[in-house]
């Protein structure tokens, strides 16, 4: 296992950018990784990325490119923090299968008994936001719906632009902490019947990381420190970066209107360091670096355990890299052809349709920040990403790396 190889959280986590063996950890075959990360963070492109891959309980490349500033004067080193938004969520769900594991939540049981102020829900059935008729839900909202993204609550696009502006008005990411989110979002009507649809949406997390605190009886962050990042060893990760460290937290960029990188204008990008949301956000209020998050993948990977600590059952492993949507419930345009969502991600359930490489099971997220992660238990491999740009998503936008880091790194591994 990884978990107890010398190179640690640290070990190879204080030198600075290079691209070649000499300035990091790369292993025959990975020069195609090594060039096109160069490429990408050339003059023109991202300011920088660190990218790690693992397999077979080593780590074969690992290395940061380029910048971590825009003005490109300051070289991007393999111990950068960066924010890395959803893919908090995967953190989230495995915080919550914990306590469902010691019989504290439940997958199936109504939310209610955890959260009152869920009692009784009700859908949207016609009307605007300022007369909305409603009817009562078909059922309750469980767990399960949460992590799966079914829970029915408004998440914008067309057909449910009503219900999506109650929740706009609710202003939940203005809320004080995570009660507060989910009082607010317990008032809103659901789009939905739970369970029938699938609409990816931080509310869903936000709401059962509200149920960890309930359920352990500690904040999100507290059970979070206690019971994942101090035992995986993960000293980089949390809502808000040290004083001290903050000098270590990559810029935040986008393109302004003449495609120009130009920093953010948000809390985290003026003053790097500071908490993402007023909240301790599940759904994507963590920094983190690449060593930090290559052990809580490598304790999945290993079936819910690192060094001599479980954190989870291999069963339940099992559970959260399997396709979890209800039958008859897409995941629609959001995810590639051949995958479905299991427990906090994507996971891989034909290959063959799939436009990019993994097998069967693979299982893996992104951020909105350019951060991007995959297990893939077939391969014994991890491979991650992280950047910081936020894109435009418009034709004058940097062209999306993730698709060509995965097949580089697949194809790497080909004998």
């Given at each position: 296992?990884l978990?107890?190889?010398?190179?640690g959280?640290?070990?190879?986590a204080?030198?600075?950018?290079?691209?070649?063996?000499?300035?990091g950890?790369?292993?025959?075959?990975?020069?195609?990784?090594?060039?096109?990360?160069e490429?990408t963070?050339?003059?023109g492109?991202y300011p920088?990325?660190?990218?790690?891959?693992a397999?077979?309980g080593?780590?074969?490349?690992?290395?940061?490119y380029?910048?971590?500033d825009?003005?490109?004067?300051?070289p991007?080193r393999?111990?950068a923090i960066?924010?890395?938004?959803?893919?908090t969520?995967?953190?989230?769900?495995?915080?919550?299968?914990?306590?469902?594991?010691e019989?504290?939540l439940?997958?199936d049981?109504?939310?209610?008994?955890v959260?009152?102020?869920?009692?009784?829900p009700?859908v949207?059935e016609?009307?605007?936001?300022?007369?909305p008729?409603l009817?009562?839900?078909?059922r309750?909202i469980?767990?399960?719906?949460?992590?799966?993204?079914?829970?029915?609550f408004?998440?914008?696009?067309?057909g449910?632009?009503e219900?999506?502006r109650?929740?706009e008005?609710?202003?939940?990411?203005g809320?004080?902490?995570?009660a507060d989110?989910?009082h607010?979002?317990s008032r809103l009507?659901?789009?939905?019947?739970p369970?029938?649809?699938?609409r990816?949406d931080g509310?869903n997390?936000?709401?059962?990381s509200r149920?960890?605190?309930v359920?352990?009886?500690?904040?999100?962050?507290?059970?979070?420190?206690k019971r994942?990042?101090?035992p995986?060893?993960?000293?980089?990760?949390?809502?808000?970066?040290?004083?001290?460290?903050?000098?270590?937290?990559?810029?935040?960029?986008?393109?302004?209107a003449?495609?120009?990188?130009v920093?953010?204008?948000?809390?985290?990008?003026?003053r790097?360091?500071?908490s993402?949301?007023?909240?301790?956000?599940?759904?994507?209020?963590?920094?983190?670096?690449?060593?930090?998050?290559l052990?809580f993948?490598?304790?999945?990977?290993?079936g819910?355990r690192?060094?001599?600590?479980?954190?989870l059952?291999?069963?339940?492993i099992?559970?959260?890299m399997?396709?979890?949507?209800?039958?008859?419930?897409?995941?629609?345009?959001?995810?590639?052809?051949?995958?479905?969502?299991?427990?906090?991600?994507?996971?891989?359930?034909?290959?063959?349709?799939r436009?990019?490489p993994?097998?069967t099971?693979?299982?893996?997220?992104?951020?909105?920040?350019?951060t991007?992660?995959t297990?893939d238990?077939g391969?014994?491999?991890?491979?991650?990403?992280?950047?910081?740009?936020l894109?435009?998503?418009?034709a004058e936008?940097?062209?999306?790396?993730?698709?060509?880091?995965?097949?580089?790194?697949?194809?790497a591994?080909e004998?």
């Open positions: 296992m978990a107890g190889l010398a190179w959280p640290h070990a190879l204080d030198r600075p950018s290079g691209g070649s063996a000499a300035h950890a790369e292993a025959p075959g990975f020069a195609g990784l090594t060039a096109l990360m490429s963070t050339a003059s492109g920088g990325a660190v990218a790690l891959v397999r077979d080593r780590v074969v490349a690992f290395d940061a380029g910048f971590a825009i003005a490109r004067r300051r991007l393999r111990d960066f924010r890395i938004y959803s893919m969520k995967p953190i989230a769900t495995v915080a919550a299968l914990m306590l469902v594991e019989g504290r439940s997958l049981a109504p939310i209610e008994t959260l009152p102020e869920f009692a009784h009700q949207f016609s009307g605007t936001a300022d007369a008729v009817r009562p839900a078909q309750a469980t767990l399960r719906d949460l992590l799966t993204h079914t829970a029915g408004a998440t914008g696009g067309k449910i632009e219900p999506t109650l929740l008005r609710a202003n939940l990411h809320s004080a902490d995570l989110f989910a607010r979002a009507p659901l789009a939905s019947d369970g029938a649809r699938f990816y509310t997390i936000e709401v059962a149920m960890v605190e359920a352990s009886g500690m904040s999100f962050a507290a059970f979070l420190r994942l990042f101090e995986l060893h993960m000293r980089d990760t949390g809502f808000v970066v040290p004083p001290r460290q903050r000098g270590r937290v990559v810029d935040l960029p986008t393109r302004d003449e495609a120009t990188l920093r953010v204008h948000e809390p985290s990008a003026l790097p360091g500071v993402l949301q007023h909240y301790t956000s599940g759904a994507g209020g963590l920094y983190s670096t690449a060593s930090d998050y052990h993948c490598t304790m999945l990977l290993d819910g690192y060094d001599d600590t479980v954190l059952s291999r069963e339940t099992a559970a959260m399997k396709d979890q949507l209800p039958t008859g419930v897409s995941p629609g345009a959001l995810l590639n052809p051949g995958e479905s969502f299991g427990f906090g991600g994507y996971v891989v359930v034909d290959p063959a349709t436009p990019r993994g097998s099971g693979a299982w893996g997220w992104s951020g909105a920040a350019s991007y992660f297990i238990p391969k014994h491999l991890i491979a991650i990403l992280l950047m910081q740009y894109p435009r998503n418009d936008d940097l062209p999306k790396v993730s698709a060509r880091f995965y097949e580089t790194v697949y194809r591994l004998p």
